[in-house]
């Protein structure tokens, strides 16, 4: 039991985390105004996405949670990456700071990378779940510089 209840709160909080970030920004979503490259998914593909990846976060804290292989440095890695990640949103559509946003997601990209090493040291899987979430987030990082570009063009 105990093993169920340290994943379902591993699991729930960055999902709880992103369902508030989703209703922070949803009256300020301009994505489908945007000039964006080729390759940038239909908006359904985001909530999608990343209700996987948060699923993916929290099983992979909750393994090294119920292994009691969290210290003071794995939660602190962990909570500013999740922090760094709801700003990020919040950065993009409701200020409109594309370049910021492209800066702030770079950062959490290197931070990703540090907490995958982080989690790797400790449990190879629960580092391993991560790298869909670095992955994703380059695609995204991506896709805020080409938008930044695309829409702030010398031409326009």
């Known amino acids: 039991m105990r093993k169920i209840i340290t994943f379902i709160k591993s699991v729930l909080f960055p999902v709880v985390v992103g369902l508030l970030v989703g209703i922070i920004i949803s009256d300020n979503m ?3 105004y945007l000039i964006k ?3 940038a998914p ?3 593909v985001f909530p999608i996405v990343w209700i996987i990846l948060y ?3 929290g099983v992979s804290y909750g393994i090294l949670k119920y292994q009691n292989m969290v210290d003071a440095k794995t939660n ?3 909570n500013l990456q999740l ?3 709801a700003l990020w949103p919040i950065i993009f559509f409701v200020l409109k700071w594309r370049l910021i946003a492209f800066i702030w997601i770079f950062i959490l990209a290197l931070i ?3 907490m995958i090493d982080e989690f790797y040291s400790k449990n190879k899987i629960s580092g391993l779940l991560q790298f869909p979430y670095l992955i994703w987030t380059i695609f995204a990082a991506y896709l805020n510089i080409s938008i930044y ?3 702030n063009s010398i031409a326009k």
């Open 30 to 32: 301009d994505y489908q």
């Open 37 to 39: 490259p080729e390759i």
């Open 42 to 44: 239909k908006p359904i």
């Open 55 to 57: 699923v993916l976060m």
């Open 76 to 78: 602190l890695i962990y």
């Open 83 to 85: 922090a760094v990640n």
């Open 112 to 114: 990703i990378v540090v």
């Open 149 to 151: 570009l695309l829409n």
